[in-house]
DNA sequence: TTGTAAGCGTTATCAG
DNA sequence: CTGATAACGCTTACAA
């Protein structure tokens, strides 16, 4: 039998009601009585019945976080599990609690979006790199549920006064490439993801066209590749264009997987990183840091990027949004380490 | 203003509580009123509100899942986000949601565990690597809670009627040196986190001493050697101790991120893999795969543990508990791949 | 087969 | 400042 309001309603010989202010501060009640009770409620381990006080409030003191699917691959995994857990972090100082769902349960189709609005179980949503239907825009918008997006722009639906945050990937794919030409390479490589319509990476390619043309370099098409996002792509990558080693100086690996896979080859053909071959990842995963060379990269804003939108969702589901709309770009950051240097040329 | 179950009533011209029979399946109901009422129900996107039903329920269709802080940690947050998608998985085909939490709240201080249970927010609860202070087996117990540990021996408290699930990882340190020795290694080191107190790393090196015993090997506790369990670390290791080479034909490092990081040093030595020198490593990352050579590791059968212990807390959840505890220890395999081979005498 | 009414634990309104 | 009471949305005896 767990303690409610009532059994310490009955032990302080006074009312419920009395209780319920007291253990919520109210000030209609004399601070000796509330100090009373609230003394009575910390020795019997008193806490409020979570349903109970949802049922009577419409607060839940839980949000909930959707992440994507993807989020079982390896590398985006990564990335996506540190974000989790910055979340947590954020959140946590609220007391507030995480639902954890995927966009949708495979097996009945619904919409776990859907779902957990209706029903009620969330005070608020973060929806990470959430692509919506337009059924779930309709649920969200008609509710007025206090959410936030991020990681990316919202994608397949109007931004109009919804609330975002995320990160610039051109700026990322341009600070990368810039990065490489002030060394002074001019023959630069860049391998994207071969995923149809990945906006991120889309944005990376269009950074690194951006700082190409902007330095007047000629882009070749011919340097721009396509393969899946994991170290054995770019390993092999580099495997299967061996002629291209004659040609080029530096690459930028959109992704740090990719990256360190390039290098692993790299170093097996007796390259030198960087004295003969530049390489410049994206991303930031702490395991760039541990390899050999340690890698140069694009750190993306991750902490930032979730205490910014957990703050926000905060705000919003207190009522207590001043902006308008919160509608925030985050700049990626170039983290120069071991894999980067001048270019050497060769006599 | 969301649908309500009297909103149904009211459209049906029926009462609420035929409502809510009709959607609950009871057969209390006539057949036609049922199906008439759940067509108006569908239309109307109609879902039970979560916390008036657990109010008269006390079910929350949502468990709470503990994971240990050390998610944070690059080399098992990897393992641990495998698993938890695994969990979510499983989980989805019931249609439960999952509050994710770290076993304590850092900044109030106050147990996540003890909380759940006592605001009533989960059903059951899931444990993942948790060590629980008798407070909170305490809270545990009295609540009666369904509760499953999983991935590691319920630690400092009595094992009397828990459920758990785990790997057994003495044989998971035995399998890994016994393969070694099978392809006639004799001096094996082995390399263990220094991390004071962590069984499941005493285990393994358990495990590795009963293989050498078995056939009848001397341990020699200078090959045994503690550090943390990361790709770095590994590396450094070899670094600092070239001198060992001369003795050592095969390494068993504990954590696939250590025998990456061995490897890659091993490999700028010049040294080949596995011709010179064998090393197995533990886990089973998707990344020692996509490694080059492919790492031979220990693999830990997570999705199985996540299902068997899902699928052992839906029951206890819906009373259909016909054996009395669920306690279960699983077996570790063996993945050989391109990282060990046969013992090469040197001329 | 259906309706009525009490109850789940909390908050909020209205008196006192 | 405190108490009584209705209400939140749903389930479940108990009646009919």
Redesign the interface.
Known sequence: M?ITIKDIAKIAGVNPSTVSRSLNDSDLVSIKTKERIKKIAKEK?F??????R??STKK?D?IGVIFPEE??E?SA??YL?YLM?SI??VL??E?L??????PR????GKS?VE??I????VDGLLLINSELTESEVDVIRK?KIPHVFLHSKPKNFSILGMDFIYTDHVIGGYLATEHLIELGHRNIMTITTNEEGNEEFGERTAGYRDALRKHNIIIDEGLIFKVET???AG?NLIEENLELLEHITAIFAQSDMVAL?VI??L??LGKKIPEDISVVGYDD???G????PKLTTIHQPRQKLAKIACERLVKLINKNNKEEVLQKILKPKLIVRESTGKRIIKI
Chains 1, 2 share one sequence.
């Open positions: 767990k381990g806490e409020f019945n979570a349903n109970a949802g049922l839940t839980t989020y079982e390896f995994g990564l599990g857990n947590r972090r946590e100082k007391s609690d995480n639902i954890v769902d995927f349960n495979r097996i009945t776990n779902q957990l209706i029903k009620g179980k509710s994991n170290f054995r390993y896979g692993e080859k170093k097996e995963i702490k395991f840091e541990y390899f050999s």
